[in-house]
């Protein structure tokens, strides 16, 4: 339910609440986001697939008119159009999309044709479709954020699995690069985010990360960088350090943060690793507050 109290922000004086569209908000990290920002004080749009009852339709009866929802599968075009009608009057401060699925660890030769373009149609190419059709609705100054993954990196996958999931990431980071490059001159800030390794069913049971200590770090890392044009990734948090240099291969380039980017410590430029983690942002703002429930417990353990 939406928390209501001391703990919870809403705008200033004289300020009216920000918008965001989350998609794919159903359950697991996207309710847990809506929840989240829900509580900061935002108007949220949450999207579910389908026409079944789901947890966001009881925070959105909790929410007081904080929380809308919207039906959306994102693979259907003629859907993503008409949701983009039905919200034309908004102004979105925050785009954000964060359905994918998987299909099982099977290796690449095994993977049947039709499951290989469904993997690759939902996490990939239908974010992007979203991403194309909604950036006229977001402010000039706000975010446009694709949910990533350390298993979309090249240089980081040293154990294999998970074939068609990884290669799936991997083009969302290229898709989301070539993006950026299109719009350069826009001043949207574009985020890569990598919630780190979360128990939900396509994290499994072992996952370090619970949802209610992942989420305050993904918002916190949008947060960090709202009002930062261009494309963005932060260091990366210890599960997603690169592996040690091998014969022949050099570690990626380091390079220290702009004053900007209000961060200390180096990034790791690896143009086929473009992701933002929240765990790393943790650990280096150690004074900096993420202003969300569970924060401090979530840094203690993340801290190395």
Same mark, same amino acid.
């Given at each position: 339910?939406?928390? $209501?109290? &001391?703990?919870a922000r809403g705008p200033g004086p004289g300020m009216s609440a920000r918008t965001a569209l989350i998609?794919?908000?159903?359950?697991?990290?996207?309710?847990?986001l809506a929840t989240e920002y829900a509580h900061r004080g935002w108007n949220v749009i949450g999207t579910v697939r389908g026409s079944r009852r789901t947890a966001l339709h009881d925070l959105a009866e909790?929410?007081?008119?904080?929380?809308?929802? $919207?039906?959306?599968?994102?693979?259907?075009?003629?859907?993503?159009?008409?949701?983009?009608?039905?919200?034309?009057?908004?102004?979105l401060d925050l785009l954000f999309v964060n359905a994918a699925i998987t299909?099982?660890?099977?290796?690449?030769?095994?993977? &049947?044709?039709?499951?290989?373009? $469904?993997?690759?149609?939902t996490n990939a190419l239908s974010p992007m479709r979203v991403v194309e059709s909604f950036r006229s609705l977001v402010a000039p100054t706000g975010t446009i954020g694709v949910m990533s993954s350390r298993q979309g990196s090249?240089?980081?996958?040293?154990?294999?699995?998970?074939?068609?999931?990884?290669?799936?990431?991997?083009?969302?980071?290229?898709?989301?690069?070539?993006?950026?490059?299109?719009?350069?001159?826009?001043?949207?800030?574009?985020?890569?985010?990598?919630?780190?390794?979360?128990?939900? $069913?396509?994290?499994?049971?072992?996952?370090?990360l619970t949802i209610d200590?992942?989420?305050?770090?993904?918002?916190?890392t949008i947060d960090h960088h709202s009002g930062e044009p261009g494309l963005k990734w932060a260091p990366s948090c210890q599960t997603c350090s690169p592996p040690p240099p091998v014969r022949g291969r050099s570690r990626?380039?380091?390079?220290?943060? &702009?004053?900007?980017?209000?961060?200390?410590?180096?990034?790791?430029?690896?143009?086929?690793?473009?992701?933002?983690?929240?765990?790393?942002?943790?650990?280096?703002?150690?004074?900096?507050?993420?202003?969300a429930s569970g924060t401090a417990r979530w840094r203690a353990e993340h801290r190395p």
């Open positions: 339910m939406v928390r $209501e109290g &001391p703990g998609v794919g908000a159903s359950r697991n990290l996207g309710l847990g909790a929410s007081r008119g904080r929380v809308m929802v $919207e039906s959306l599968d994102t693979t259907k075009p003629e859907q993503v159009t008409a949701l983009r009608e039905r919200l034309a009057q908004h102004t299909r099982g660890d099977i290796p690449i030769g095994d993977v &049947p044709e039709e499951m290989f373009a $469904e993997v690759m149609v090249i240089s980081l996958n040293t154990n294999g699995g998970q074939d068609v999931y990884r290669a799936s990431k991997s083009a969302l980071n290229q898709l989301m690069r070539s993006y950026a490059a299109r719009y350069a001159d826009a001043a949207h800030t574009l985020l890569f985010i990598c919630p780190g390794h979360v128990c939900t $069913e396509l994290g499994g049971r072992d996952a370090p200590q992942s989420v305050p770090g993904v918002v916190g990626p380039e380091q390079v220290r943060l &702009p004053a900007s980017s209000r961060g200390a410590g180096p990034v790791l430029r690896d143009h086929s690793d473009v992701v933002a983690t929240p765990t790393a942002w943790a650990r280096l703002r150690s004074g900096d507050e993420l202003n």
